[in-house]
């Protein structure tokens, strides 16, 4: 068991609705189209008990108190199952309600599954991909039955989730979504299954390029529902709300990469608010109350 994972930020919805994302470094898929920081095994490293002391700082800066809305995302939080079982239990036990998890789904296994539900999960973000193995090795590097896998283990034990899936034109396109919803309708139609708009702005690797139109995420969704009760098209204007506004808590080693990061979302993203502190600010500071926050905040 490793008993620290690094941790490059964590993000705090400060509105339009209050939730804390946890971005745990290090993933087991190499996909092509990642832009996330937390793909590399980068940023400081927390014990659980370090980093829930973290959030906790954290929260009382932003908001005045623990909120009860936390998501584990990365990078992936699965690749340390022991790890992520703890963070969830001390989280708990610090009265968080109403915890989340963004996964990519292979490592998703009967016995995890089973914990999840054990630990009462409120929900679990699933991506899938890709349908067609080739596409999916190609994309990131593994299989995908794994993943398929996990679509059946989590509604086979009535776990609360849906699955997304990035639409990359020529790569995951209608025809991709097609054979998904098929294919989640063969496990439950009532599975909700959203479809986001590819943003090739921030990737690097030359064969992707183009974003889908707003036409073709309209008729991916469309497609998608005739297999599924659920399905809908996210743009990437729709995906953030015009007044939600975001602050961040950054590794301070990691800044130069964060201006790069915030100079292409800015201009991705005309409304895009987004605010941070240094964890060495926030663990370093004599105070834990919201006027002490406003004072260093970037």
């Not at 980068?42 to 014990?47: C, H, L, M, N, Q």
């Not at 108190?65 to 199952?81: A, F």
């Not at 989280?91 to 789904?105: A, K, Y």
């Not at 690097?204 to 139109?213: F, N, Y």
């Amino acid at each position: 068991m490793t008993r620290c994972r690094r941790v490059p930020f964590l993000t705090f919805v400060a509105s339009p609705y209050q939730k804390v994302k946890i971005n745990l470094a290090g993933c087991n898929f190499n996909c092509k189209g990642c832009f996330a920081l937390a793909k590399r095994d980068v940023g400081r490293p927390f014990s659980v008990d370090g980093l829930v002391k973290l959030i906790v700082r954290s929260c009382h800066l932003i908001y005045g108190r623990l909120i009860d809305d936390v998501q584990m995302t990365g990078g992936e939080p699965t690749v340390n199952v022991d790890y992520l079982i703890s963070l969830i239990q001390k989280l708990r036990e610090r009265h968080v309600s109403r915890i989340g998890i963004s996964t990519n789904g292979y490592l998703l296994d009967k016995n995890l599954v089973e914990q999840l539900g054990l630990l009462h999960v409120d929900y679990i973000k699933l991506d899938l991909k890709a349908y067609s193995d080739e596409v999916h090795r190609w994309y990131t590097g593994k299989s995908n039955t794994n993943v398929l896998r996990a679509v059946e283990l989590l509604s086979k034990y009535g776990l609360n989730f849906y699955v997304r899936t990035i639409f990359i034109p020529g790569i995951v396109d209608i025809d991709e979504v097609q054979k998904i919803a098929r294919f989640l309708s063969q496990v439950n139609r009532r599975i909700s299954y959203k479809i986001y708009q590819f943003a090739p702005e921030h990737t690097r690797h030359k064969s992707l390029r183009e974003s889908p139109t707003k036409e073709q995420m309209l008729r991916a969704s469309a497609t998608a529902r005739n297999y599924l009760d659920n399905a809908e098209s996210y743009t990437t204007e729709t995906v953030y709300e015009p007044d939600a506004s975001y602050i961040e808590v950054r590794e301070d080693e990691l800044l130069d990469e964060f201006k790069r990061i915030d100079k292409i979302s800015k201009s991705i993203i005309k409304t895009w608010n987004m605010r941070y502190l240094t964890m060495n600010q926030v663990l370093t500071s004599r105070s834990a109350q919201p006027s002490r926050f406003k004072e260093v905040l970037h």
